[in-house]
């Protein structure tokens, strides 16, 4: 809401860390939500609003999680690292979104 950098919970690295299967996450930015329907009243759809939607590339924990495992790595540890390697690429992604939102829709930042 606020538009401010945000830090993500561990709560998405534990599931990660901890998953049988190690998941491929694919991290989703966008822009202009709140255009559509503001978060505050009236509640309504407002139309032809700009939207962008920018889906980044897979991210594959099967490294990051090998190498946690093999150097015994506490829960702790384990959850910052694959929190922050996240983190890291949802920043990247929202960078790379605002100049895709902005230079299509030539909207002043
Ligand atoms: C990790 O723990 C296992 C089991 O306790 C032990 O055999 C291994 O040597 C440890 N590895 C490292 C890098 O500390």
Same mark, same amino acid.
């Given at each position: 809401?606020?538009? %401010?950098n945000m830090r993500l919970k /561990?709560?998405?690295?534990?599931m ?5 299967v190690?998941p491929i996450?694919i991290?989703i /930015?966008?822009i202009?939500? +709140? +255009?559509?329907l503001?978060?505050e009243?009236?509640?309504?759809l407002?139309?032809?609003k ?5 889906f980044?590339?897979?991210i594959?924990f099967s490294?990051?999680v090998?190498?946690?495992r093999?150097?015994?790595?506490t829960d702790? %540890?384990?959850?910052? %690292?694959?929190? +922050?390697?996240i ?8 960078k790379?979104?605002?100049?895709l ?9």
């Open positions: 809401m606020t538009k %401010e /561990w709560g998405v690295g534990r990660i860390f901890e998953s049988l190690t996450v991290p /930015w966008h202009g939500m +709140d +255009d559509v503001p978060n009243p009236p509640y309504y407002r139309l032809f700009k939207l962008t939607l920018n980044g590339n897979p594959d490294e990051l090998r190498t946690l093999a150097r015994n790595a702790v %540890e384990a959850r910052k %690292e694959i929190t +922050d390697l983190q890291n690429e949802l920043l990247k992604l929202k790379e979104t605002e100049t939102h902005f230079n299509s829709f030539r909207i002043k930042s």
